[in-house]
């Protein structure tokens, strides 16, 4: 049996597999990541907090699994994109990491349309100018932290920085330099210009691999600290929505999978690229396809906002029925009606990505009475985000992508209410998935394609079961027919209270 490692530096917990193939789970291990918050939209993360969970996760699942470090083949990094990752000419870092869904960027984002035409920039980077994109953040820093600006010496993202504690190597995965915006999508190389507009020095850009291909091999100093064995193989690494994708099985035309983690991501396949400013877009895992995609700000996080805030008073009652937080309060909404007795909730916390491009966008609760409780607005919360992945699907359709199937995985796909509350509002069945252990295994994967272990890219799949199909109920078409529309107005309506400059 060959055995293969897969590590995913999440926005939460930093999650590792080891795996033997064909389609053996040997052991998996987590460790939760800290989120900072010390300004209004601001996200923040310490890369030597992730660096110091894969050396524990490593060992755990070496001990775990009983196997020996030296019967691994391969290893395979993924984690979120693009997170902005800064070290200085000694290899320090000199700041925590901006993370993806970082929303301080939006005078920045306006200074760029203000120098290139969007629509050009568009057709050469792929993706829209847009608060994702590194240079809106490194102009940031430029602007804010002259101090730390005029020490970088390198700029990369959440897996990149792993991979270079791994084995010493300096690389930008490509899925990390499409969406930084560094990259001629006509071409599939780095594109000098472009790097220049992000006011990041040309030097301080490692050069690009492929998710496939071997960058390096384990270090020395990186075995000590991690229990793998030196010399084993690295590969580029993945970003982690499409990583999860390939795991879910997420290969062909018209599959669409929606992923609830502590964003929504919203991801399907095409053959052709087709820049769209509304949407991201990546390379697949798969050579020669893409993957159009949309992330929301929130997602699982919004809802562990309310519990963190608003649920003290059901926990006691949550425990005597033996139920989660999340599940109890599940079980308040379901038995609200279905649009929630008027209420519409925008999820915008962090502003929004994802098809609005709105950092200045906020959260908001329209329409509360004194008739209202918590399973109420919970239920509200839910349907929000189905609204929002409605409002994706719509962009998608008018792209001209064909959307033939919907396959839903991840930590929040396990709410039966909310998948059905999907369900009803897009008016299609969602295929859950049971047995997905999250973009780790589509890292682990990628490593043994990278290797040779194998050649079937669709393999990743053999680890996921089909846990059962949510069909839509039709007594609630016609609700959230009426509510669809009404949620899109209560943005438009409240944006103009809500442009404000972006600290």
């Given at each position: 049996?060959?055995?293969?490692?897969?590590?995913?530096i999440?926005?939460?917990?930093?999650?590792?597999?080891?795996?033997?193939?064909?389609?053996k789970?040997?052991?998996?291990a987590?460790?939760?990541?800290?989120?900072?918050?010390?300004?209004?939209?601001?996200?923040?993360?310490?890369?030597?907090?992730?660096?110091?969970?894969?050396?524990?996760?490593?060992?755990?699942?070496?001990?775990?699994?009983?196997i020996?470090?030296?019967?691994?083949?391969?290893?395979?990094?993924?984690?979120?994109?693009?997170?902005?990752?800064?070290?200085?000419?000694?290899?320090?870092?000199?700041?925590?990491?901006?993370?993806?869904?970082?929303?301080?960027?939006?005078?920045?984002?306006?200074?760029?349309?203000?120098?290139?035409?969007?629509?050009?920039?568009?057709?050469?980077?792929?993706?829209?100018?847009?608060?994702?994109?590194?240079?809106?953040?490194?102009?940031?820093?430029?602007?804010?932290?002259?101090?730390?600006?005029?020490?970088?010496?390198?700029?990369?993202?959440?897996?990149?920085?792993?991979?270079?504690?791994?084995?010493?190597?300096?690389?930008?995965?490509?899925?990390?330099?499409?969406?930084?915006?560094?990259?001629?999508?006509?071409?599939?190389t780095?594109?000098?210009?472009?790097?220049?507009?992000?006011?990041?020095?040309?030097?301080?850009?490692?050069?690009?691999?492929?998710?496939?291909?071997?960058?390096?091999?384990?270090?020395a100093?990186?075995?000590?600290?991690?229990?793998?064995?030196?010399?084993?193989?690295?590969?580029?690494?993945?970003?982690?929505l499409?990583?999860?994708?390939?795991?879910?099985?997420?290969t062909?035309?018209?599959?669409?999978?929606?992923?609830?983690?502590?964003?929504?991501?919203?991801?399907?396949?095409?053959?052709?690229?087709?820049?769209?400013?509304?949407?991201?877009?990546?390379?697949?895992?798969?050579?020669?396809?893409?993957m159009?995609?949309?992330?929301?700000?929130?997602?699982?996080?919004?809802?562990?906002?309310?519990?963190?805030n608003?649920?003290?008073?059901?926990?006691?009652?949550?425990?005597?029925?033996?139920?989660?937080?999340?599940?109890?309060?599940?079980?308040?909404?379901?038995?609200r009606?279905?649009?929630s007795?008027?209420?519409?909730?925008?999820?915008?916390?962090l502003?929004?990505?994802?098809?609005?491009?709105?950092?200045?966008?906020?959260?908001?609760?329209f329409?509360?009475?004194?008739?209202?409780?918590?399973?109420?607005?919970?239920?509200?919360?839910?349907?929000?985000?189905?609204?929002?992945?409605?409002?994706?699907?719509?962009?998608?359709?008018?792209?001209?992508?064909?959307?033939?199937?919907?396959?839903?995985?991840?930590?929040?796909?396990?709410s039966?209410?909310?998948?059905?509350?999907?369900?009803d509002?897009?008016?299609?069945?969602?295929?859950?998935?049971?047995?997905?252990?999250?973009?780790?295994?589509?890292?682990?994967?990628?490593?043994?394609?990278?290797?040779?272990?194998?050649?079937?890219?669709?393999?990743?799949?053999?680890?996921?079961?089909?846990?059962?199909?949510?069909?839509?109920?039709p007594?609630?078409?016609?609700?959230?027919?009426?509510?669809?529309?009404?949620?899109?107005?209560l943005?438009?309506?409240?944006?103009?209270?809500?442009?404000?400059?972006?600290?």
């Amino acid at each position: 049996m060959q055995y293969l490692l897969g590590i995913d530096i999440g926005t939460t917990s930093t999650i590792g597999i080891l795996i033997g193939l064909p389609d053996k789970v040997l052991a998996t291990a987590s460790r939760p990541v800290t989120l900072s918050a010390p300004h209004s939209g601001w996200t923040e993360e310490s890369p030597e907090q992730w660096w110091a969970n894969v050396g524990e996760i490593c060992q755990q699942l070496l001990t775990q699994s009983g196997i020996a470090a030296s019967e691994i083949c391969g290893i395979g990094v993924t984690g979120m994109l693009p997170a902005v990752v800064l070290l200085d000419s000694e290899d320090r870092l000199l700041r925590p990491s901006i993370q993806q869904s970082d929303g301080r960027s939006g005078a920045q984002v306006q200074q760029m349309r203000s120098e290139m035409d969007s629509q050009h920039f568009l057709q050469r980077a792929g993706n829209g100018i847009n608060q994702q994109l590194v240079g809106a953040k490194i102009r940031w820093i430029e602007h804010h932290e002259p101090a730390v600006f005029e020490r970088i010496a390198t700029v990369f993202g959440s897996y990149d920085f792993i991979n270079w504690k791994l084995t010493g190597e300096k690389i930008i995965e490509q899925n990390w330099a499409l969406e930084a915006g560094f990259i001629d999508i006509s071409r599939n190389t780095l594109d000098d210009e472009l790097i220049a507009f992000a006011h990041v020095p040309r030097y301080a850009v490692p050069r690009l691999a492929r998710s496939h291909d071997i960058i390096g091999s384990v270090t020395a100093q990186a075995a000590a600290w991690t229990g793998l064995s030196e010399g084993t193989p690295v590969i580029g690494g993945a970003a982690d929505l499409i990583a999860s994708a390939l795991g879910a099985g997420v290969t062909s035309p018209g599959e669409v999978l929606l992923k609830f983690g502590g964003s929504v991501d919203i991801l399907t396949v095409t053959e052709t690229a087709n820049p769209d400013p509304r949407l991201y877009l990546d390379y697949h895992l798969v050579p020669g396809c893409y993957m159009p995609n949309g992330c929301m700000s929130t997602g699982g996080s919004g809802l562990n906002w309310f519990v963190q805030n608003f649920a003290a008073q059901h926990e006691t009652a949550a425990r005597e029925k033996g139920m989660s937080i999340h599940q109890y309060l599940d079980a308040l909404a379901e038995n609200r009606p279905a649009g929630s007795d008027g209420l519409i909730f925008l999820p915008y916390f962090l502003g929004e990505k994802t098809p609005i491009h709105d950092p200045n966008a906020r959260g908001i609760l329209f329409g509360l009475t004194l008739s209202h409780d918590a399973g109420h607005i919970w239920r509200a919360l839910l349907e929000a985000y189905a609204y929002a992945i409605k409002h994706h699907i719509d962009t998608l359709v008018d792209i001209g992508y064909p959307v033939k199937r919907y396959i839903v995985s991840d930590g929040g796909s396990a709410s039966k209410l909310w998948m059905q509350i999907v369900a009803d509002v897009l008016g299609e069945p969602l295929t859950r998935l049971d047995g997905h252990p999250g973009s780790c295994l589509g890292a682990a994967w990628t490593a043994a394609i990278g290797v040779g272990a194998s050649t079937d890219w669709k393999g990743a799949s053999a680890w996921v079961n089909l846990k059962d199909v949510i069909t839509p109920r039709p007594e609630h078409a016609d609700v959230y027919h009426q509510g669809y529309p009404h949620f899109r107005q209560l943005y438009e309506a409240c944006r103009p209270l809500t442009r404000q400059e972006t600290p």
